[in-house]
């Protein structure tokens, strides 16, 4: 059982950064890739970003494409997301998630397990 836990969240101007942090316990060496995902209030939850565990490839959604970045310490079991450039569209609450599909995939449906999430608000 894979056990994930974020933190990084809060609240920023519209321009600021925030990071956010995903610790993951358990079984996470079945997981082959870690993703963000974020749901704003009345929306469907939508891929952020993803990250292979093993060669550190990586996805972004075009809408977060060459603000955010998504980076592992795999001796923390920890990944990150570093969020430059924040805009109120950003607001959301963001989630960890990790998968056993080989690849990035991008569906929430692909991946099995989830954090709880950290909320970030974006203030313009």
């Known amino acids: 059982?894979?056990?994930?836990?974020?933190?990084?969240?809060?609240?920023?101007?519209a321009g600021g950064s925030l990071r956010l942090s995903c610790v993951a316990s358990g079984g996470i060496f079945s997981s082959r890739v870690m993703g963000w995902f974020r749901q704003a209030p009345g929306k469907e939850r939508e891929f952020?970003?993803?990250?292979?565990?093993?060669?550190?490839?990586?996805?972004?959604?075009?809408?977060?494409?060459?603000?955010?970045?998504?980076?592992?310490?795999?001796?923390?079991?920890?990944?990150?997301?570093?969020m430059n450039s924040l805009k109120p569209e950003d607001t959301a609450l963001y989630y960890c998630a990790a998968s056993t599909i080989f690849g990035?995939?991008?569906?929430?449906?692909?991946y099995t397990?989830?954090?709880?999430?950290?909320?970030?608000?974006v203030s313009s």
């Open 1 to 13: 059982q894979v056990h994930l836990v974020e933190s990084g969240g809060g609240l920023v101007q």
């Open 48 to 82: 952020v970003a993803a990250l292979m565990w093993i060669g550190g490839n990586t996805d972004y959604a075009d809408s977060v494409k060459g603000r955010f970045t998504i980076s592992r310490d795999s001796a923390k079991n920890t990944v990150y997301l570093q």
């Open 104 to 110: 990035t995939p991008r569906s929430a449906s692909d």
């Open 113 to 121: 397990y989830w954090g709880q999430g950290t909320q970030v608000t």
